[in-house]
Protein backbone atom coordinates (compact mmCIF):
# COMPACT_ATOMS: atom_id res chain seq x y z
CA UNK A 1 0.00 0.00 0.00
CA UNK A 2 1.11 3.21 -0.92
CA UNK A 3 1.97 5.39 1.91
CA UNK A 4 -0.40 8.38 1.30
CA UNK A 5 -3.26 5.91 2.01
CA UNK A 6 -2.38 4.65 4.86
CA UNK A 7 -4.45 5.70 7.48
CA UNK A 8 -1.27 5.96 10.30
CA UNK A 9 0.40 8.25 7.62
CA UNK A 10 -2.45 10.72 8.81
CA UNK A 11 -1.71 10.26 12.29
CA UNK A 12 0.12 12.64 14.67
CA UNK A 13 -0.05 13.47 18.41
CA UNK A 14 -1.22 16.23 19.81
CA UNK A 15 -0.62 17.60 23.66
CA UNK A 16 -4.40 18.57 25.02
CA UNK A 17 -3.18 22.07 25.69
CA UNK A 18 -3.19 22.78 21.76
CA UNK A 19 -7.00 21.97 21.79
CA UNK A 20 -8.63 25.33 21.86
CA UNK A 21 -11.64 25.52 24.58
CA UNK A 22 -12.42 28.90 23.78
CA UNK A 23 -12.37 31.24 20.76
CA UNK A 24 -9.77 33.89 20.24
CA UNK A 25 -10.44 37.01 21.57
CA UNK A 26 -11.80 38.50 18.34
CA UNK A 27 -12.26 36.82 15.71
CA UNK A 28 -9.32 38.11 13.32
CA UNK A 29 -6.50 37.50 15.97
CA UNK A 30 -6.28 34.14 15.75
CA UNK A 31 -3.20 32.78 14.23
CA UNK A 32 -2.82 32.18 10.29
CA UNK A 33 -0.12 29.65 9.23
CA UNK A 34 0.52 30.91 5.18
CA UNK A 35 2.06 27.75 3.05
CA UNK A 36 2.95 28.44 -0.39
CA UNK A 37 2.25 25.12 -2.87
CA UNK A 38 4.31 26.81 -5.75
CA UNK A 39 7.16 28.09 -3.59
CA UNK A 40 6.94 25.28 -1.31
CA UNK A 41 7.54 28.16 1.58
CA UNK A 42 5.42 28.89 4.77
CA UNK A 43 5.25 32.22 6.96
CA UNK A 44 3.42 33.04 10.32
CA UNK A 45 0.83 35.59 10.88
CA UNK A 46 -2.17 36.58 12.24
CA UNK A 47 -5.62 36.26 10.46
CA UNK A 48 -6.34 39.55 9.61
CA UNK A 49 -3.31 39.35 7.19
CA UNK A 50 -5.82 37.00 4.83
CA UNK A 51 -6.33 40.30 3.16
CA UNK A 52 -2.97 40.41 2.05
CA UNK A 53 -3.01 36.81 0.20
CA UNK A 54 -5.98 38.13 -1.24
CA UNK A 55 -5.67 39.98 -5.03
CA UNK A 56 -8.37 42.07 -6.94
CA UNK A 57 -10.60 39.56 -8.98
CA UNK A 58 -10.30 36.68 -6.86
CA UNK A 59 -13.48 35.30 -5.36
CA UNK A 60 -14.02 34.02 -1.64
CA UNK A 61 -16.51 31.03 -1.79
CA UNK A 62 -18.19 30.77 2.09
CA UNK A 63 -20.32 28.49 3.49
CA UNK A 64 -23.56 30.18 4.54
CA UNK A 65 -24.72 27.00 7.06
CA UNK A 66 -26.61 27.82 10.24
CA UNK A 67 -25.89 25.70 13.21
CA UNK A 68 -29.27 25.35 15.27
CA UNK A 69 -29.28 23.88 18.64
CA UNK A 70 -29.61 20.35 18.11
CA UNK A 71 -29.09 19.56 21.58
CA UNK A 72 -31.54 19.39 23.85
CA UNK A 73 -32.18 17.90 27.60
CA UNK A 74 -35.29 16.30 29.15
CA UNK A 75 -36.56 13.55 30.72
CA UNK A 76 -38.07 10.02 29.75
CA UNK A 77 -41.62 9.17 31.00
CA UNK A 78 -40.21 7.05 33.97
CA UNK A 79 -38.46 10.15 35.10
CA UNK A 80 -34.71 9.47 34.12
CA UNK A 81 -32.74 11.87 32.16
CA UNK A 82 -32.41 11.86 28.90
CA UNK A 83 -29.89 13.87 26.13
CA UNK A 84 -31.42 14.34 22.28
CA UNK A 85 -29.04 14.89 19.75
CA UNK A 86 -30.84 16.13 16.44
CA UNK A 87 -28.69 14.95 13.48
CA UNK A 88 -30.30 17.55 10.94
CA UNK A 89 -32.76 20.12 11.01
CA UNK A 90 -36.38 18.63 11.78
CA UNK A 91 -38.90 18.14 8.79
CA UNK A 92 -41.96 19.74 9.59
CA UNK A 93 -45.15 17.70 8.92
CA UNK A 94 -48.83 19.52 9.00
CA UNK A 95 -50.35 20.57 12.35
CA UNK A 96 -52.63 18.99 14.06
CA UNK A 97 -54.96 20.77 16.16
CA UNK A 98 -53.15 23.49 18.39
CA UNK A 99 -49.74 21.69 18.06
CA UNK A 100 -47.12 20.90 15.55
CA UNK A 101 -45.02 18.35 14.56
CA UNK A 102 -41.47 17.72 12.79
CA UNK A 103 -39.58 14.39 12.02
CA UNK A 104 -36.17 13.88 11.89
CA UNK A 105 -33.07 11.36 12.89
CA UNK A 106 -31.32 11.56 16.35
CA UNK A 107 -29.26 9.92 18.75
CA UNK A 108 -30.11 9.86 22.68
CA UNK A 109 -27.96 9.36 25.60
CA UNK A 110 -29.79 8.03 28.82
CA UNK A 111 -29.46 5.27 30.65
CA UNK A 112 -31.55 2.86 29.47
CA UNK A 113 -32.67 3.24 25.54
CA UNK A 114 -35.99 4.40 24.75
CA UNK A 115 -38.46 1.71 23.83
CA UNK A 116 -40.03 2.13 20.65
CA UNK A 117 -43.44 4.51 20.80
CA UNK A 118 -42.35 5.80 24.04
CA UNK A 119 -42.23 9.65 24.90
CA UNK A 120 -39.52 12.05 25.86
CA UNK A 121 -40.39 15.30 27.91
CA UNK A 122 -37.99 18.17 26.48
CA UNK A 123 -39.80 21.51 27.90
CA UNK A 124 -42.88 22.84 28.43
CA UNK A 125 -43.91 22.78 25.16
CA UNK A 126 -41.69 20.24 23.47
CA UNK A 127 -42.35 16.96 23.77
CA UNK A 128 -40.55 13.76 21.42
CA UNK A 129 -42.33 10.70 20.65
CA UNK A 130 -40.05 7.44 19.78
CA UNK A 131 -40.96 6.41 15.65
CA UNK A 132 -38.55 4.29 14.68
CA UNK A 133 -35.61 2.00 15.66
CA UNK A 134 -32.49 2.09 13.58
CA UNK A 135 -28.89 0.99 13.38
CA UNK A 136 -25.89 2.71 15.13
CA UNK A 137 -27.90 3.71 18.14
CA UNK A 138 -30.28 6.33 16.17
CA UNK A 139 -33.83 6.68 16.85
CA UNK A 140 -36.31 8.56 14.51
CA UNK A 141 -38.49 10.67 16.83
CA UNK A 142 -41.44 12.59 15.95
CA UNK A 143 -40.96 15.98 17.84
CA UNK A 144 -44.47 18.27 18.81
CA UNK A 145 -44.92 21.74 20.06
CA UNK A 146 -47.38 24.20 20.34
CA UNK A 147 -48.88 26.09 16.70
CA UNK A 148 -48.28 29.54 18.97
CA UNK A 149 -44.10 29.21 18.01
CA UNK A 150 -42.20 28.61 15.35
CA UNK A 151 -39.63 25.63 15.63
CA UNK A 152 -36.72 27.76 15.33
CA UNK A 153 -38.16 29.90 18.00
CA UNK A 154 -38.70 26.54 20.24
CA UNK A 155 -34.93 25.11 19.30
CA UNK A 156 -33.39 28.18 20.46
CA UNK A 157 -35.68 28.23 24.07
CA UNK A 158 -35.03 24.74 24.64
CA UNK A 159 -31.82 23.85 22.86
CA UNK A 160 -28.05 24.24 22.97
CA UNK A 161 -25.03 24.56 20.39
CA UNK A 162 -24.02 21.07 19.53
CA UNK A 163 -20.04 22.12 20.50
CA UNK A 164 -17.77 19.09 19.45
CA UNK A 165 -16.74 16.69 22.28
CA UNK A 166 -12.92 18.03 22.03
CA UNK A 167 -14.24 21.05 23.30
CA UNK A 168 -14.13 20.22 27.32
CA UNK A 169 -14.83 23.12 29.62
CA UNK A 170 -15.92 22.81 33.24
CA UNK A 171 -18.27 25.66 32.76
CA UNK A 172 -20.00 23.92 29.54
CA UNK A 173 -21.97 25.59 26.77
CA UNK A 174 -21.93 29.67 27.29
CA UNK A 175 -24.11 32.10 26.35
CA UNK A 176 -21.25 33.73 24.22
CA UNK A 177 -20.73 30.20 22.20
CA UNK A 178 -24.12 31.17 20.42
CA UNK A 179 -22.25 34.08 18.88
CA UNK A 180 -19.01 32.89 18.31
CA UNK A 181 -20.03 29.23 17.49
CA UNK A 182 -21.27 30.78 14.28
CA UNK A 183 -20.09 32.32 11.11
CA UNK A 184 -20.77 36.05 10.85
CA UNK A 185 -22.85 35.35 7.36
CA UNK A 186 -24.72 32.07 8.81
CA UNK A 187 -28.26 32.25 7.10
CA UNK A 188 -29.45 29.23 6.50
CA UNK A 189 -30.18 26.72 9.71
CA UNK A 190 -29.31 22.80 9.10
CA UNK A 191 -25.92 22.79 10.60
CA UNK A 192 -24.97 20.48 13.44
CA UNK A 193 -21.46 21.69 13.90
CA UNK A 194 -20.11 25.09 12.45
CA UNK A 195 -17.80 25.36 8.85
CA UNK A 196 -15.07 26.39 11.38
CA UNK A 197 -13.00 28.12 8.52
CA UNK A 198 -14.93 31.07 8.51
CA UNK A 199 -15.44 31.83 12.32
CA UNK A 200 -12.11 34.01 11.76
CA UNK A 201 -13.89 36.36 9.64
CA UNK A 202 -15.25 39.70 11.21
CA UNK A 203 -17.65 41.85 9.74
CA UNK A 204 -15.17 44.75 9.62
CA UNK A 205 -12.72 42.24 7.53
CA UNK A 206 -15.00 41.03 5.53
CA UNK A 207 -16.00 45.13 4.57
CA UNK A 208 -12.16 45.65 3.79
CA UNK A 209 -11.64 42.29 2.01
CA UNK A 210 -14.95 43.86 -0.51
CA UNK A 211 -13.26 47.17 -0.73
CA UNK A 212 -10.15 45.74 -1.91
CA UNK A 213 -12.14 44.29 -5.33
CA UNK A 214 -12.37 40.46 -3.96
CA UNK A 215 -15.52 39.22 -4.36
CA UNK A 216 -17.24 37.04 -1.44
CA UNK A 217 -20.24 34.60 -2.63
CA UNK A 218 -22.19 31.72 -0.34
CA UNK A 219 -22.88 28.46 -0.73
CA UNK A 220 -24.36 26.10 1.22
CA UNK A 221 -23.58 22.92 3.20
CA UNK A 222 -25.48 21.55 6.22
CA UNK A 223 -22.22 19.94 8.39
CA UNK A 224 -23.92 16.58 9.54
CA UNK A 225 -22.46 14.78 12.49
CA UNK A 226 -21.33 12.06 10.40
CA UNK A 227 -18.00 14.77 10.04
CA UNK A 228 -16.70 13.24 13.22
CA UNK A 229 -17.21 10.32 11.86
CA UNK A 230 -13.71 8.39 12.48
CA UNK A 231 -12.03 6.26 9.68
CA UNK A 232 -11.65 2.54 10.85
CA UNK A 233 -9.95 1.59 7.55
CA UNK A 234 -6.16 1.22 7.40
CA UNK A 235 -6.21 1.94 3.59
CA UNK A 236 -7.92 4.80 3.68
CA UNK A 237 -9.86 4.20 -0.04
CA UNK A 238 -11.73 1.56 1.32
CA UNK A 239 -13.54 4.57 3.59
CA UNK A 240 -17.18 5.14 3.08
CA UNK A 241 -17.56 8.99 3.47
CA UNK A 242 -21.02 10.84 5.13
CA UNK A 243 -23.35 12.39 2.41
CA UNK A 244 -24.31 16.26 3.36
CA UNK A 245 -26.85 18.28 1.73
CA UNK A 246 -25.17 21.13 -0.68
CA UNK A 247 -26.91 23.73 -2.22
CA UNK A 248 -25.48 26.72 -4.87
CA UNK A 249 -28.00 29.21 -6.55
CA UNK A 250 -28.11 30.30 -10.00
CA UNK A 251 -26.50 33.52 -9.09
CA UNK A 252 -23.46 32.30 -7.18
CA UNK A 253 -22.63 28.96 -9.90
CA UNK A 254 -22.75 32.91 -12.54
CA UNK A 255 -20.01 34.55 -10.14
CA UNK A 256 -18.00 31.66 -9.35
CA UNK A 257 -17.69 30.77 -13.41
CA UNK A 258 -16.94 34.30 -14.55
CA UNK A 259 -14.46 34.56 -11.79
CA UNK A 260 -12.91 31.47 -13.37
CA UNK A 261 -13.28 32.59 -17.14
CA UNK A 262 -11.42 35.92 -15.81
CA UNK A 263 -8.96 34.16 -14.45
CA UNK A 264 -9.18 35.27 -10.59
CA UNK A 265 -8.52 32.52 -8.54
CA UNK A 266 -11.03 30.30 -6.32
CA UNK A 267 -10.82 31.08 -2.50
CA UNK A 268 -12.32 28.28 -0.63
CA UNK A 269 -13.20 29.30 3.17
CA UNK A 270 -13.25 25.85 4.46
CA UNK A 271 -13.46 22.22 3.72
CA UNK A 272 -17.17 22.33 3.28
CA UNK A 273 -16.97 24.86 0.40
CA UNK A 274 -14.52 22.58 -1.21
CA UNK A 275 -16.33 19.59 -1.04
CA UNK A 276 -19.77 21.68 -2.52
CA UNK A 277 -17.85 23.26 -5.03
CA UNK A 278 -15.90 20.36 -6.37
CA UNK A 279 -18.74 17.99 -6.31
CA UNK A 280 -21.58 20.56 -8.02
CA UNK A 281 -19.25 21.08 -10.88
CA UNK A 282 -18.75 19.18 -14.16
CA UNK A 283 -15.05 17.75 -15.50
CA UNK A 284 -14.40 21.09 -17.14
CA UNK A 285 -14.63 22.59 -13.76
CA UNK A 286 -17.73 24.81 -14.80
CA UNK A 287 -20.29 25.16 -11.36
CA UNK A 288 -23.51 23.88 -11.54
CA UNK A 289 -26.60 25.59 -9.37
CA UNK A 290 -28.93 23.63 -7.69
CA UNK A 291 -29.06 21.31 -4.63
CA UNK A 292 -28.17 17.91 -3.84
CA UNK A 293 -26.66 15.64 -1.54
CA UNK A 294 -22.94 15.41 -1.35
CA UNK A 295 -20.68 12.08 -0.94
CA UNK A 296 -17.63 13.43 -2.79
CA UNK A 297 -14.81 11.74 -1.31
CA UNK A 298 -11.35 14.10 -1.74
CA UNK A 299 -8.05 12.21 -1.01
CA UNK A 300 -5.03 12.56 -2.13
CA UNK A 301 -4.64 11.48 -6.35
CA UNK A 302 -7.83 13.69 -6.65
CA UNK A 303 -7.51 16.72 -9.14
CA UNK A 304 -8.97 19.51 -8.35
CA UNK A 305 -11.39 21.42 -10.75
CA UNK A 306 -12.57 24.13 -9.24
CA UNK A 307 -10.51 25.11 -6.21
CA UNK A 308 -7.43 27.17 -6.23
CA UNK A 309 -6.55 28.12 -2.64
CA UNK A 310 -8.17 26.98 0.68
CA UNK A 311 -8.82 28.44 4.11
CA UNK A 312 -8.99 25.99 6.51
CA UNK A 313 -8.81 25.20 10.01
CA UNK A 314 -6.43 22.33 11.49
CA UNK A 315 -7.98 18.77 11.64
CA UNK A 316 -7.92 15.74 13.65
CA UNK A 317 -5.33 12.98 13.22
CA UNK A 318 -6.65 10.18 10.97
CA UNK A 319 -9.76 12.64 9.43
CA UNK A 320 -11.00 12.42 5.78
CA UNK A 321 -10.04 16.18 6.27
CA UNK A 322 -6.66 15.57 6.53
CA UNK A 323 -6.69 13.29 3.27
CA UNK A 324 -8.56 16.38 1.64
CA UNK A 325 -6.00 18.96 2.28
CA UNK A 326 -3.52 16.68 1.67
CA UNK A 327 -4.56 16.24 -1.82
CA UNK A 328 -4.26 20.08 -2.18
CA UNK A 329 -1.20 20.59 -0.55
CA UNK A 330 0.59 17.31 -0.41
CA UNK A 331 0.54 14.83 2.82
CA UNK A 332 4.41 14.87 3.76
CA UNK A 333 4.25 18.71 3.57
CA UNK A 334 1.13 18.96 5.01
CA UNK A 335 2.10 16.94 8.09
CA UNK A 336 5.37 18.74 8.57
CA UNK A 337 3.47 21.97 8.56
CA UNK A 338 1.08 20.43 11.61
CA UNK A 339 3.92 19.64 13.63
CA UNK A 340 5.73 23.09 13.20
CA UNK A 341 2.15 24.21 14.17
CA UNK A 342 1.88 21.91 17.28
CA UNK A 343 6.26 23.15 18.38
CA UNK A 344 4.86 26.64 17.62
CA UNK A 345 1.93 26.53 20.02
CA UNK A 346 -0.81 26.79 17.40
CA UNK A 347 -4.72 26.64 18.49
CA UNK A 348 -6.21 23.76 16.86
CA UNK A 349 -9.63 22.26 16.04
CA UNK A 350 -12.99 24.48 15.50
CA UNK A 351 -12.24 27.55 18.20
CA UNK A 352 -8.66 27.17 17.23
CA UNK A 353 -6.12 28.79 14.49
CA UNK A 354 -6.35 28.26 10.56
CA UNK A 355 -3.84 28.26 7.60
CA UNK A 356 -4.06 29.54 4.25
CA UNK A 357 -2.95 27.52 1.52
CA UNK A 358 -2.18 29.39 -1.42
CA UNK A 359 -0.17 29.03 -5.40
Known amino acids: M ?6 KAYNYTLPPKNIAQHPADARENSRLLILHRDSDTHEHGRFHQIIDLLNP ?8 TKVFPARLHGRKESGGKVEVFLLSYPVEKTAQGDEKRAE ?3 LIKSSKRPKLGSH ?8 ARILELLDGGKVKIELSY ?4 ALSVILEE ?6 PPYINRTEGTTEDDRERYQTVYAQQPGAVAAPTAGLHFSKELL ?9 V ?3 TLHVGHGTFAPVRCQDIRDHNIHQEYVSISKKSAKIINRVRENGGKIWAVGTTTVRTLEFMSDRKGTVQAGEDWCGLYILPGYTYKVVDNLITNFHLPESSLLFLVSALYGREQLMAAYREAITMGYRFYSYGDAMAICS
Open 146 to 149: SCDK
Open 217 to 219: TEV
Open 57 to 64: GDLMVVNN
Open 104 to 106: VTA
Open 2 to 7: QQEFSL
Open 207 to 215: QAIDEKGVG
Open 120 to 127: LLLGPDLN
Open 158 to 163: HGQVPL
